[in-house]
């Protein structure tokens, strides 16, 4: 069996290149090494028994290879060292984790020193072209790969998490680009809104790929920097990178889940989005348009969150020097005094058949009543009635005590996106003093422990809040959590939320949709909404998905 096994492995994968060569800092180790298509193997030439001695490393695996002559010019011999980043088991705890394996080699069969540099070379370019040509497959969502070499800037806020994000660059991430092959320029930041500023007027042609390191706030000033830009539909496709140096890190390890790689946190989460880094594979990403009731428009990329969860994220920066720690305590100190918060949630659902009608929405004709509305009547004021199936009420005691009826063709901007030019188009949405189309849902309910809208799979390292979501699946997840849940309850829902079982809980309280848009009226004075995790305008706000608006790399 393992005979023919292995048979078939030579015919199905092939030997490429073979050489026999030392090991650098052991010349008496001999090696033979061989190049397939998917696999550099490793084997010592001892008379110990084969298997002990022989060591696959998939090309998929690995990040570089470099071809070099050291110093000494008495030394005839060239270099090869080549870096991988396998999945490995822990030494301590269960599970796996990528860590790095480096394989360098001495080539020393030839007197020329010349002669060996470029067998060394010869190897050092079949390893690398190999390597790019095995990625890990993504669900369909790839788009490109990024040059080599490329040109990347690398943003870094000091401040972020536990502050020691320069120190994880200088400790794995300069490393790692390195023997990528990866030039880089860093920048670090000096202050809020520095980074939005940097990229809102930078020179992007100098650039190939703009990476952050930091937490989620960090990239959602570049997202919004960028769509800032007279030349915004180019610049939102410079494609962006995220390394986790904060305390959220959602982004990240979203990234890391689609992947298909099981969970890890901490540095491991860092080594994991490195690699996926150097590997440059580029993909699309949802992003949303926030509208505020006053501000100019946002752009998101990550949530949207009101209630117990804004409150938790905003009330546990106290506690930033636990780092992704901080969350778990915010939580419970939060369930110690549970808050009911008062509002309404209006949403457009996304039916099952959009995403291949979607190219058609902006020119199709809502009708309600079997009449066809036009543009001018956009929208009316009415008595609640039950006779007519096209009628919406979004009545809310905070602000009006009328029920509205809506036709529309084809929705106009709201207020605030009239103030700011750059951006695409909100198709979905009127301005937020107007009624709701007669296809929104409006949420009975008035009273909310909270209201969380997602886009990526996860809300922080450790919490998989929407296991369905897919970079550019071009749907808001929604989940609200309505009153009279109780702390036990809610504290059981965010466990499980952990390992993204909280949906399975079959918890009464908790209402999952997924929708293209929604609107939501607070009715409380006070309150906290964060988007990306940052605080914005308390007040009424919608939100539209945009699509694949921006590039991300994914490896």
């Known amino acids: 069996m393992d ?111 010349r002669a060996n540099l470029e067998e060394a070379e010869k190897w050092a370019r079949a390893v690398r072209e190999r390597s790019a040509r095995q990625q890990y497959p993504r669900d369909g969502v790839l788009l490109s790969q990024l040059s080599r070499p490329c040109r990347m800037m690398l943003l870094v806020n000091p401040q972020s998490g536990k502050g020691q994000a320069l120190s994880l660059y200088n400790n794995h991430i300069q490393r790692m680009l390195n023997e990528a092959g990866v030039p880089h320029t860093l920048v670090i930041t000096e202050r809020q809104n520095h980074a939005r500023e940097l990229v809102r007027e930078a020179d992007l042609s100098q650039w190939d790929v703009l990476v952050i390191m930091s ?54 989460l860092l080594v994991s989005c490195g690699f996926l880094l150097c590997k440059g594979l580029v993909s699309r990403m949802d992003l949303v348009s926030i509208h505020l009731s006053s501000s100019p428009r946002l752009f998101s990329f990550l949530s949207l969150a009101w209630g117990f969860v804004a409150d938790v994220d905003v009330e546990s920066e106290k506690y930033r ?133 997602m886009y990526q799979s996860h809300l922080a390292e450790d919490l998989l809040a929407a296991p369905g979501a897919t970079l550019d699946d071009g749907v808001i997840h929604l989940f609200y959590v309505r009153a009279g849940i109780s702390r036990t309850a809610l504290l059981k829902l965010f466990l499980a939320m952990e390992k993204g079982a909280h949906l399975a809980t079959n918890c009464q309280h908790l209402v999952y949709a997924k929708v293209r848009a929604l609107r939501l009226e607070p009715c409380s004075p006070k309150g906290i909404i964060t988007v990306d995790g940052e605080v914005v305008e308390y007040g009424p706000l919608q939100a539209e998905v945009h699509r694949g608006l921006a590039r991300l790399i994914t490896g």
């Open 3 to 113: 005979q023919r096994r292995a048979e078939s492995d030579c015919c199905t994968n092939p030997v490429s290149l073979y050489g026999e060569f030392t090991v650098t800092g052991n010349r008496k180790v001999r090696c033979a090494v061989s190049l397939t298509e998917r696999d550099l193997i490793v084997q010592r030439l001892t008379s110990t028994p084969v298997g002990r001695n022989k060591v696959v490393l998939s090309l998929r695996d690995c990040v570089g290879c470099r071809a070099y002559r050291e110093d000494d010019s008495a030394d005839p011999a060239a270099y090869l060292s080549t870096y991988f980043y396998p999945l490995k088991r822990r030494w301590v705890s269960s599970g796996v984790s990528r860590q790095r394996v480096e394989q360098c080699f001495r080539l020393a069969a030839l007197q020329e020193p």
């Open 215 to 268: 937490g989620d706030g960090l990239l959602f000033e570049v997202i919004n920097g960028l769509l800032e830009r007279p030349d915004w539909e180019e610049a939102i496709r410079t494609p962006l990178g995220i390394l986790p140096g904060g305390s959220g890190n959602a982004l990240a390890a979203s990234i890391h889940h689609y992947s298909g790689a099981s969970q890890v946190s901490s540095e491991e």
């Open 321 to 453: 020097h636990v780092g992704a720690a901080r969350f778990t305590v915010g939580t419970l100190v939060r369930l110690a005094s549970l808050r009911v918060y008062k509002g309404r949630l209006a949403y457009l659902p996304a039916t099952e058949d959009y995403n291949t009608q979607e190219g058609l929405r902006n020119n199709m004709t809502l009708h309600c009543n079997n009449q066809a509305s036009s543009l001018g009547l956009a929208s009316s004021l009415c008595r609640p009635s039950r006779d007519s199936p096209c009628e919406n009420t979004f009545h809310n005691s905070c602000h009006s005590n009328n029920s509205l009826k809506v036709r529309r063709t084809e929705s106009t901007p709201s207020r605030s996106a009239t103030k700011s030019l750059s951006g695409p188009h909100d198709s979905l949405l009127l301005p937020l003093d107007q009624p709701l189309p007669c296809d929104w849902v409006v949420v009975p309910e008035e009273d909310f422990v909270l209201m969380l809208a």
